[in-house]
């Protein structure tokens, strides 16, 4: 199957700093989303970007398909954006959703 | 409001006692599907169903049984809960074909059995 990597697997940042979270999938996809856990254990969904570039205030991604990775940016972190990052992608041959073990962000004040 | 809900969102219970988790979402989606979340694993799909009444196993379906009778929901059964079901539990939708295939998650169950 399909695998997905993600890097860095831990990050700690001082409040208002930026930071790249990067997701690497080992085949062609037809869904990528990145999704934020937070300390509930609930999955939000940031982006559904399977390619191209979105941005969501200070959360932006772009997904290079043909390179097979994504990148989630955030910008002005704040301790809220603490949490657990996951991306997830499904194959273009399948329905599965399958994530990569997530980048754990903690922002301190 | 758009959304997944699942009900209990926590349960403690006892090995053997049968228990239903239940799923339902409001969008009109065809796909529906069963994770489970556990340390050091990650997230892994337990069942999920492409439409009413066609379901299908995961990556983890043993010891669980699914059910689509109706579009909107998607019940977890478990019909003798062992301490290694122990999770966190997520139902999740989609519209499940086209260029328009994200999914989205309920809130998840807490389940421990003792």
């Known amino acids: 199957g399909i695998q997905v990597e993600q890097s860095p697997p831990d990050l700690i940042l001082q409040e208002g700093a930026n930071s790249t979270l990067r997701c690497n999938f080992s085949?062609?996809?037809?869904?990528l989303q990145w999704f934020h856990q937070n300390p509930w254990g609930q999955l939000i969904n940031l982006f559904y970007?399977?390619?191209g570039t979105k941005q969501n205030g200070r959360l932006s991604a772009t997904t290079v398909a043909t390179e097979r990775y994504s990148l989630l940016y955030i910008s002005s972190s704040q301790t809220t954006d603490s949490g657990v990052y996951f991306c997830a992608v499904t194959e273009t041959s399948g329905s599965r959703l399958t994530f990569g073990e997530g980048t754990q962000l903690t922002v301190n004040p | 409001e758009a959304q997944v809900t699942q009900n209990p969102r926590y349960l403690i219970t006892v090995t053997g006692k049968k228990l239903t988790v239940t799923c339902s979402q409001n969008?009109?989606?065809?796909?529906m599907s069963w994770y489970r979340q556990d340390p050091g694993l990650g997230l892994r799909q337990i069942y999920y169903s492409m439409n009413v009444e066609v379901t299908d196993k995961g990556d983890v379906p043993e010891g669980y049984k699914v059910s689509r009778k109706e579009k909107r929901n998607f019940p977890l059964i478990l019909e003798s809960p062992s301490p290694n079901q122990t999770s966190l539990y997520f139902c999740a939708s989609s519209s499940g074909s086209g260029s328009d295939n994200e999914q989205f998650f309920g809130p998840g169950t807490r389940l421990t059995v003792l």
């Open positions: 970007i399977p390619s």
């Open positions: 969008m009109n989606h065809e796909y």
């Open positions: 085949d062609s996809v037809n869904n």
